[in-house]
């Protein structure tokens, strides 16, 4: 068990991993004879020409619909990509004349495609009859013969024969690469617990089962990619319902807890990293920081964990599961509580700041009471000289206890009496 074990890969969407999990990912590839013997298509594809041509690869998820290649426009087209030819293309291909026919099929069977399929081969072409049924031109078996391009029918309809194509195709044809680690289900949330072998990844699967969740896969998962952009995980065949934990060895998890605790695949929602803890190592302690990991493509949450003796790992990770679910929910605890702490303390400095009374300047006498206390005096105004302000006792400052009254000041000549509502012009002398 433990000599399958090997180090953490990182896929970047290319295919299917070697059984011996060394090198980079293949390219899966699926031909046609695999294609119409396969049960999972859910249609009958029935081969009509092009025996030959039974092993060309299918090696694209996606199909076409190749109306504009019959009139001799080929850009785009994909030979490893199944071509659909339905009611639409082939009552095209009926209104030519048989040399028209030849021209454009023959370009179009020359490109080396994988397969050619006919839609909706159970019902006659046209009400008033072409005398051929389905294939409504001789031509179509004539050309895929000749290239050894395989060509098919569906006794359905084009959009349910595309349907089933890429439901078949998505799985079959799906990026796989072989990761070295523990995948669990922790509340329908994918766990895929990785790090260093004998970190204590099994012994975690193995304490999470008893307290009622499932294990996926132990020691080597199987990822596949899944459009739009999800990564599931699968255990290996030979490994599948098995744990292997130190001093016990290996355990069949479905025949100990019964088969609520095992599950046969799981979508991969987040990367633990389990690794040895440090007192040199600083450790995510706010859980702001957002890290990822990377798997055929695809970026997915990762936490590190540090392991130490004495930690509840199982708790734990169910905690990182409920949290989660949180966070997909719209709840993010961390960012909430910073996001508290922040405002209150921008009320407190808003209170700090209100607090403290501004710079109080003695005023003048005859100046304005209202005027503003901390700004500087306003120049007078020139012209208006014979205006100032009546003395009164109403605008005389308080005499501090033990300190003699300030001495009146000369009025400015320049006061300008229309600043303010309350100031009189002083009267002026005569003589």
């Known amino acids: 068990m433990s000599s399958s074990r090997g180090s953490t ?40 020409a092009g025996a030959a041509g039974l092993d060309r690869p299918i090696m694209n998820t996606r199909i076409q619909k190749s109306g504009l290649a019959l009139v ?8 490893t990509r199944v071509q659909i030819l339905g009611q639409t293309e082939l009552s095209f291909l009926h209104k030519l004349t048989r040399e028209d026919r030849l021209l454009s099929l023959r370009g179009f069977f020359e490109l080396g495609l994988c397969c050619v399929i006919i839609t909706q081969g159970d019902q006659p072409f046209e009400t008033n009859g072409s005398g051929i049924g389905f294939v409504p031109v001789p031509e179509l078996a004539q050309c895929a013969e000749e290239s050894g391009t395989p060509l098919l029918v569906s006794a359905v309809r084009s959009s349910v024969t595309i349907t089933a194509l890429h439901a078949l195709l998505d799985d079959r044809l799906a990026p796989r690469i072989r990761l070295h680690g523990v995948l669990v289900d922790v509340f ?13 990844k099994s012994e975690c699967a193995l304490d999470l089962v008893m307290r009622g969740h499932r294990l996926v896969a132990d020691d080597a998962v199987e990822c596949d990619y899944r459009p739009p952009g999800m990564v599931f995980g699968a255990p290996a065949e030979l490994l599948r319902y098995h744990l ?31 690794v040895e803890w440090s007192k040199d190592t600083e450790y995510d302690r706010l859980g702001l920081d957002e890290r990822y990991h990377t798997i055929l493509g695809v970026k997915i949450r990762e936490l590190v964990i540090p392991v130490r003796p004495g930690r509840d790992m199982a708790s734990i990770l169910e905690v990182a599961a409920r949290n989660e679910l949180l966070k997909n929910a719209g709840f993010h ?29 003695l005023a003048e006498e005859g100046a304005p009471r209202h005027a503003a206390p901390h700004g500087p005096p306003r120049p007078p105004r020139p012209g208006h000289g014979d205006l100032q302000s009546p003395p009164s006792s109403a605008f005389r400052q308080p005499v501090e206890r033990g300190r003699p009254p300030p001495l009146p000041e000369r009025p400015s000549p320049g006061f300008d009496a229309t600043e303010s509502s309350v100031s009189l012009p002083r009267p002026r002398r005569r003589g």
């Open 9 to 48: 890969q990182e896929g970047d969407g290319g295919g299917r991993v070697p059984p011996t999990g060394a090198g980079r990912p293949d390219r899966p590839a699926l031909t046609v004879r695999s294609l119409t013997a396969d049960e999972g298509l859910g249609i009958e594809l029935t081969l009509i």
């Open 333 to 361: 605890a961390a960012r909430e509580f910073f996001g508290a702490v922040e405002g209150e303390l921008l009320r407190e400095r808003s209170a700090e700041e209100s607090s403290v009374p501004p710079p109080v300047r």
């Open 244 to 274: 292997e934990v130190r001093g016990l060895g290996i355990l069949n998890v479905k025949d100990l807890f019964g088969v609520t605790s095992i599950r046969e695949r799981k979508r991969i929602d987040v990367v633990v990293k389990l």
């Open 72 to 79: 001799g426009h080929f850009h785009g087209i994909v030979p």
């Open 188 to 200: 329908g949330v994918g766990l895929m617990l990785v790090g260093s072998s004998a970190i204590g």
